[in-house]
């Protein structure tokens, strides 16, 4: 216990040798000892300044004694509370002699002592606050820097690439990861229009989505971007855009690319080799088809007219013979009838003769006709003459739905409706069927075993079309695909 209390003396003695060494300290002592001498100048021949009295009952004195409330607040500032309220019990201990036994107006001189003395002791809880304040101010600014600091580390250390643009396009900000993107050294970068490296083809949209963005509309986020790099070769980003503000207006725009480049391109090469394999599809079901209806059916044909003349030359021969070769005859004509439906089901030439709307009219009369489902066709909009890929393309679509629907919606009536847009074609098909539970993604079609629909999907994608499906359970199916116009 002696130790603490020992300690404790120490350390308590050390803080007062360094209060009393402290050159603050004893300025504010001499300022203090100034002003006293100033106060009592009727009794030395120290004064600072002369100053008459002044109206409104206030007199040299009442100047003086407010002079104190200069070393009260330096010990508030400097010292604190404590070191502010000690002063004021010295100033105020010093200025009541005087107003009680020298001042010529005692009542007025007390008065004036101690509101000097009242306002004296607000000055230490006013300066408390103030380094409250000045606190509150440095942890936030310590915080703000400490935020700056920490973005700084991940703005130049992301591997996605960051630049940040002022409103005319300049780009004032960018990581090392937008540099080797765009194939720039950093320093180069910086200053440099935007444009420059955005591709042409993507100049309106990205104008479009940075206009939505300062005017607080943020959706069609992220969006792809094509972009050019140095060497003048493209690539693909998928960019984030975030508006920058200062003062609560907007000055700029940060974006946040991923290079996709390489997704892109073999997603591309899927669909390459997806278009190849489905035209070599077609064409082999055009060739099957052909040889169906220039070779097989032909053959079937000569074969059904040689047993019909045969029958007819032999006279003689019996009955059930007779009877025989005619249930041959029509056997052979029930063949080539299915080889006709085959052969127009493979490739029907009416597509290839006609077009696009004259082949659906057929494929609905037949499917009313083959299945007894009333099918409405409505085609609105002036019709445009589409490539063959497409043509066939958006018929094996329509013919697939039109398939599914016989196969399993057990609908009574069908609506195909063929819009024609401006911008683009919509093709609805419509059923009442009994629907279907529509999985979260329409990738899964295929694991389902929803082959058909996947298909369809492929195809429009194919053509750079879209494809949508809606079903609920009990209350039908509607698909949607949307060719846009090239």
């Known amino acids: 216990m002696e130790k603490i209390i020992e300690k404790f003396n120490k350390k308590r003695?050390?803080?007062?040798?360094?209060?009393?060494?402290?050159?603050?300290?004893?300025?504010?002592?001499?300022?203090?000892?100034?002003?006293?001498?100033?106060?009592?100048?009727?009794?030395?021949?120290?004064?600072?300044?002369?100053l008459p009295d002044l109206p409104l009952g206030i007199t040299r004195h009442t100047v003086d004694r407010m002079l104190y409330l200069v070393p009260i607040a330096l010990s508030s500032l400097v010292f604190g509370l404590k070191g502010g309220l000690i002063t004021v019990a010295f100033a105020f201990l010093t200025m009541l002699p005087r107003a009680l036994f020298f001042s010529s107006y005692e009542?007025?001189?007390?008065?004036?002592?101690?509101?000097?003395?009242?306002?004296?002791?607000?000055?230490?809880?006013?300066?408390?606050l103030y380094r409250k304040q000045e606190q509150q101010l440095e942890a936030t600014k310590g915080r703000l820097e400490l935020s700056e600091k920490k973005?700084?580390?991940?703005?130049?250390?992301?591997?996605?690439?960051?630049?940040?643009?002022?409103?005319?396009?300049?780009?004032?900000?960018?990581?090392?990861?937008?540099?080797?993107?765009?194939?720039?050294?950093?320093?180069?970068?910086?200053?440099?229009?935007?444009?420059?490296?955005?591709?042409?083809?993507?100049?309106?949209?990205?104008?479009?989505?940075?206009?939505?963005?300062?005017?607080?509309?943020e959706r069609r986020q992220p969006y792809r971007q094509v972009i050019v790099r140095k060497d003048g070769s493209k690539a693909y980003i998928?960019?984030?855009?975030?508006?920058?503000?200062?003062?609560?207006?907007?000055?700029?725009?940060?974006?946040?690319?991923?290079?996709?480049?390489?997704?892109?391109?073999?997603?591309?090469?899927?669909?390459f080799y997806l278009h190849q394999i489905t035209r070599a599809h077609e064409e082999e079901r055009l060739r099957i088809s052909r040889d169906l209806h220039d070779s097989t059916a032909q053959s079937l044909i000569a074969t059904i007219r040689s047993l019909e003349k045969f029958c007819e030359e032999e006279t003689g021969l019996p009955k059930d013979r007779l009877e025989l070769l005619h249930s041959y005859k029509m056997q052979l004509k029930n063949v080539l009838q299915?080889?006709?439906?085959?052969?127009?089901?493979?490739?029907?030439?009416?597509?290839?003769?006609?077009?696009l709307i004259p082949a659906v009219e057929w494929l609905v009369e037949q499917f009313k006709t083959d299945y007894g489902i009333a099918t409405n066709l409505t085609?609105?909009?002036?019709?445009?003459?589409?490539?063959?890929?497409?043509?066939?393309?958006?018929?094996?679509?329509?013919?697939?739905?039109?398939?599914?629907?016989?196969?399993?919606?057990?609908?009574?009536?069908?609506w195909i409706n063929?819009?024609?847009?401006?911008?683009?074609?919509?093709?609805?098909?419509?059923?009442?069927?009994?629907?279907?539970?529509?999985?979260?993604?329409?990738?899964?079609?295929?694991?389902?075993?929803?082959?058909?629909?996947?298909?369809?999907?492929?195809?429009?994608?194919?053509?750079?079309?879209?494809?949508?499906?809606?079903?609920?359970?009990?209350?039908?199916?509607?698909?949607?695909?949307?060719?846009?116009?090239?």
């Open 107 to 128: 009542a007025a001189a007390l008065i004036e002592t101690f509101i000097v003395t009242l306002f004296g002791s607000l000055i230490p809880f006013g300066s408390v």
């Open 238 to 271: 998928m960019l984030t855009a975030n508006s920058v503000s200062s003062n609560g207006h907007p000055n700029g725009v940060q974006f946040i690319g991923r290079d996709i480049t390489n997704e892109v391109r073999m997603q591309e090469n899927q669909r």
């Open 338 to 355: 299915e080889i006709r439906q085959i052969s127009r089901d493979l490739r029907p030439s009416i597509i290839d003769d006609l077009g």
């Open 418 to 486: 063929i819009i024609f847009e401006a911008k683009e074609t919509i093709i609805n098909i419509i059923d009442n069927g009994k629907g279907f539970e529509i999985p979260a993604s329409l990738g899964e079609l295929s694991r389902l075993g929803k082959l058909g629909l996947d298909g369809m999907r492929t195809r429009a994608r194919l053509v750079g079309g879209t494809f949508d499906i809606q079903s609920v359970p009990g209350a039908g199916t509607a698909i949607v695909v949307i060719i846009p116009v090239s």
């Open 151 to 217: 973005y700084k580390q991940l703005f130049e250390s992301a591997h996605d690439a960051i630049w940040v643009q002022d409103l005319s396009g300049k780009v004032v900000a960018a990581n090392q990861a937008a540099a080797e993107l765009l194939g720039y050294d950093l320093q180069e970068l910086i200053g440099m229009d935007s444009q420059k490296f955005l591709a042409h083809e993507n100049l309106a949209q990205s104008k479009a989505i940075q206009k939505n963005l300062l005017n607080g509309d």
């Open 379 to 414: 085609v609105l909009g002036q019709e445009r003459e589409f490539s063959s890929e497409v043509e066939v393309t958006l018929f094996r679509i329509i013919q697939e739905a039109l398939r599914n629907i016989a196969k399993y919606a057990e609908a009574t009536e069908v």
């Open 13 to 50: 003695s050390i803080e007062q040798s360094r209060f009393f060494t402290d050159p603050e300290f004893w300025s504010i002592v001499s300022i203090f000892i100034l002003i006293s001498l100033h106060y009592y100048d009727n009794l030395t021949t120290f004064r600072l300044f002369s």
